[in-house]
């Protein structure tokens, strides 16, 4: 059975290309462009992993991550990210996200977690 | 009723002793207080004797002549005898005999027989000698001696190398015994019966004493001219009174209206002395008084400069035009090289304006300086100090100034017109002294407080940076995101074409080249996105330390160069070597006090560095050599007198020498563009290391053998 990832990003081009690009991982994909959407998408289906940026227009990456949380407690997330502090990392750490990864994206990088966190 | 003559005598006669043993103990080890203490013995023997012989009874008189006249008789050879050990003049031994064989020959004639004196006389005013056939030749030889000793004193003060100050005192002397020479031989006359009056140019050989005692006593010279004014109209004054009313007495039966009389002729003369010693004083420092009253005025303008180096050019040029100086130089203490250096020469013939000089804290002339805190004629200073200011002008005054502690002092030349500095000039220095200290003072303050707007200004525009290079960085990376999200888009859409279309493509040499092509331009994007990342990380490191609050705190060492060398396996993803040594040289527990972020900063550069270092030469190397490289990167730390030293070593490629001074300049690297790096790591260390923990780093490598890293910092 294929996989199925929730893609939340602000950006429309982010959003078309991560779909495609996990598409020929052979994996299912889903986007919101924003916080609110994604808290919908996530009710009405079921997913195995959430790919989560931080910035967001309007409702906070974080926030949604609490309330995605509230929704499913076991929900398995990834943070993307402009700039990581030490203190954001304390946060979504607390907040139980599997890994964060940092603009700009490493490629192979991505395709290696992604494809080791689907599996799990 | 009482006898003038008596009366001069006898005080004469006491001033004489209290002079000698003043001098005496004053300046105990100068033989000039012995030679001056012989003449005032011989003046005393003179006066006091001719006092006692005055109102003697004739039967008794005869001794106090004797010995009286031995006394005067031997004043003129002392006198020479002074003059000469003054000027220091060597004195040989046929001298000698010529100056005081006749005297001796003087003498016995006197007591022996009558061809010196021939009796006594009885004057109006008491007795008297009486001339002997030989006293003529005594007039002679007490001439010629004495233009003997004159003619020295000429010669000396015509020589070149005596300061102005010996001559000014020599020229003084020369005029005192002058004057001298002619009233002696006046004095002298007396015995004669030529004259009806009262002897009383005995009192010549008081100012004599007088005059040489201050000479000699290194009383500031200056005041002579005025200081014998005041002798002598005082002297005038007090003779004047003394003859009217002893006269008035003479003619009045009425003490009582006699002692009025004297009482208010004596209070008049005061007023009147006064008065004339006040305008004499103003004529004859008329000149003086002039450039010192524009000194002050000047000093008074001098808070108003506020740049130090203005505010001392000003100064030198303001004493060199007022009182026309040869040259004026300021010396400044310099805190960083532990000496006072030379910031201002000025003389008055524009030569060697430019001058290089200093003095160390520990030069003796410094040492004195440091003792004296007022102003100093340069004629003060011990004889071996002197020698040891070497300055290509003949230094006259010293003026320290002080402002917690000498700050500098300035050294002035003698004056043009030659004269001497005034006790007056001085005390105008000491007020020069002390508004420059307070000028100068308000200078440095100004400067510091210059320095900490600059400091303010730059800290508040690095934090703004700071925010700033935030912001623009998290732009730049959101736009550099799209870059690499686009470029991977592109090579997967190449490959899946290529994939598709696998077999058209194959058969066609012109596609598939084209192909590969637009493939590797589109992995060249990933890279190249990748490294300007690393830029822009590199920069927001940068701003983050310098816009931070600064925390000291205790840790690890070890928790830093653990999470370097983790940060580094990661970073590098060390699986392409053979096994790496790390030698780790400190004691697990050790701990260092200082900010965390700075020292992870350091650590890691440098450990970076020196990994990349063996990487450069394991490709370089090979076959044999490649085989027994045995690649390791040492770190120690030691703590030794409150310095900590870290040392990082590696054995990798090295640093050419040339390129060695170039490792701390931003964005210098020599690593190659294909490797990681932005060339920037270096000189943020070198930042850190020097501003922010005040330490200092440098390098020693060799070429192909490996590079050691030292960095000492203090308190940690």
New interface residues.
């Given amino acids: 059975m294929r996989k199925k990832v929730l893609i939340v990003d602000d950006e429309e081009e982010i959003l078309a290309f991560m779909a495609r690009f996990l598409k020929r991982l052979e994996i299912d994909t889903a986007t919101a462009i924003s916080g609110e959407d994604a808290i919908e998408i996530y009710k009405k289906n079921s997913f195995d992993f959430v790919l989560l940026d931080i910035h967001l227009g309007g409702m906070n990456g974080v926030d949604v991550l609490k309330i995605l949380k509230k929704l499913d407690p076991k929900v398995r997330a990834m943070i993307i990210t402009g700039n990581i502090s030490s203190d954001l990392k304390t946060d979504v750490h607390s907040l139980g996200v599997v890994d964060y990864i940092q603009k700009p994206i490493d490629l192979s990088d991505f395709k290696e977690k992604i494809l080791n966190y689907i599996k799990q | 009723m009482y006898n003038l003559q008596q009366i001069l005598l006898y005080t004469s006669s006491i001033a004489a002793v209290a002079l000698a043993i003043f001098i005496f103990v004053k300046n105990k080890k100068n033989p000039i207080s012995l030679s001056f203490a012989a003449l005032c013995a011989a003046s005393f023997i003179w006066l006091f004797c001719y006092a006692q012989m005055i109102t003697a009874r004739p039967e008794n008189a005869s001794f106090w002549l004797t010995a009286g006249t031995v006394g005067m008789i031997f004043v003129p050879a002392f006198s020479v005898f002074f003059i000469l050990s003054f000027i220091k003049d060597t004195i040989k031994k046929t001298t000698y005999w010529l100056i005081f064989a006749p005297g001796a020959f003087f003498a016995l004639s006197l007591i022996l027989s009558g061809f010196f004196v021939s009796g006594i006389k009885t004057a109006e005013w008491g007795i008297y000698p009486q001339n002997g056939r030989l006293h003529v030749f005594f007039i002679i030889y007490s001439a010629a001696v004495i233009l003997f000793g004159l003619k020295r004193i000429l010669g000396y003060i015509k020589t070149d190398d005596i300061s102005s100050i010996k001559k000014h005192k020599a020229i003084y002397l020369m005029l005192t015994y002058m004057l001298f020479l002619v009233l002696f031989v006046f004095d002298n006359l007396f015995f004669y019966n030529i004259f009806n009056f009262e002897p009383i140019t005995h009192l010549i050989i008081l100012f004599c004493l007088s005059t040489s005692a201050l000479i000699i006593s290194n009383y500031n010279i200056a005041n002579l001219k005025v200081l014998s004014i005041k002798l002598v109209i005082f002297s005038f004054m007090l003779l004047l009174v003394l003859f009217i009313t002893s006269h008035v007495a003479k003619f009045s039966d009425n003490i009582f209206l006699s002692n009025l009389f004297t009482f208010l002729l004596t209070i008049a003369c005061f007023l009147l002395y006064k008065r004339v010693i006040l305008k004499a004083e103003d004529l004859l420092l008329a000149k003086n008084k002039h450039y010192q009253n524009l000194l002050l005025h000047a000093a008074s303008g001098m808070a108003q400069e506020h740049n130090l180096e203005r505010l001392l050019k000003l100064i030198a040029i303001i004493v060199l035009k007022t009182i026309k100086v040869n040259f004026v130089a300021i010396f400044l203490e310099n805190k960083e090289q532990k000496n006072f250096e030379i910031k201002i020469l000025r003389s008055f013939s524009n030569s060697a304006n430019e001058l290089l000089f200093s003095y160390d804290y520990e030069h003796p002339f410094i040492n004195f300086i440091q003792h004296k805190e007022n102003p100093f004629l340069f004629d003060e200073i011990p004889q071996y100090i002197a020698n040891s200011v070497v300055l290509p002008f003949k230094v006259a005054l010293v003026i320290p100034s002080f402002y917690e502690g000498v700050r500098g002092f300035m050294v002035i030349g003698e004056k043009n017109n030659k004269d001497i500095f005034t006790r007056d000039d001085i005390n105008i220095f000491k007020m020069l002294a002390r508004q420059t200290s307070l000028a100068m003072g308000n200078c440095l303050f100004f400067d510091e407080y210059k320095q900490a707007q600059e400091k303010i200004f730059t800290a508040e525009k690095l934090a703004s940076i700071g925010g700033l290079a ?1 912001g623009v ?2 732009q730049i ?2 736009r ?7 470029a ?2 592109l090579k ?1 859409e190449i490959l ?1 074409c290529a994939k598709q279309q696998d077999k058209t493509i194959s058969e066609n040499k012109n596609l598939s080249e084209t192909f590969a092509y637009i493939t590797k331009i589109a992995e060249s994007l ?1 890279t190249n ?2 490294k300007t ?1 690393e830029v822009v990380s590199s920069i927001l490191n940068y701003a983050k330390i310098e816009s931070k609050q600064i925390m000291f705190e205790h840790f690890k060492f070890k928790d830093i160069t653990d999470l370097s060398f983790e940060l580094l396996s990661a970073k590098h993803k060390i699986t392409d070597m053979g096994s790496l040594k790390i030698i780790n040289d400190f004691k697990d527990d050790v701990t260092i006090f200082a900010i965390q972020a700075h020292m992870m900063e350091i650590v890691y550069n440098l450990i970076d560095n020196a990994y990349e270092a063996i990487c450069e030469k394991y490709n370089i190397l090979a076959g044999d050599s490649l085989k027994a490289y045995a690649p390791q990167i040492g770190i120690s730390l030691s703590k030794k007198d409150k310095i900590t030293t870290l040392h990082i070593s590696d054995n990798g490629i090295g640093i050419k020498e040339e390129n060695i001074s170039k490792i701390f300049v931003p964005f210098f690297t020599t690593k190659s563009s294909a490797k990681s790096g932005t060339g920037i790591g270096m000189y943020i260390v070198k930042r850190i290391v020097t501003e922010n923990l005040k330490g200092r780093i440098w390098i020693e490598s060799t070429y192909m053998h490996g590079t050691d890293i030292f960095i000492e910092l203090p308190n940690i």
């Fill in positions: 935030e960085a998290h990376r959101n550099l995101h799209q870059f690499s999200v686009l991977g888009d997967y899946d990933e996105v990748k990342n």
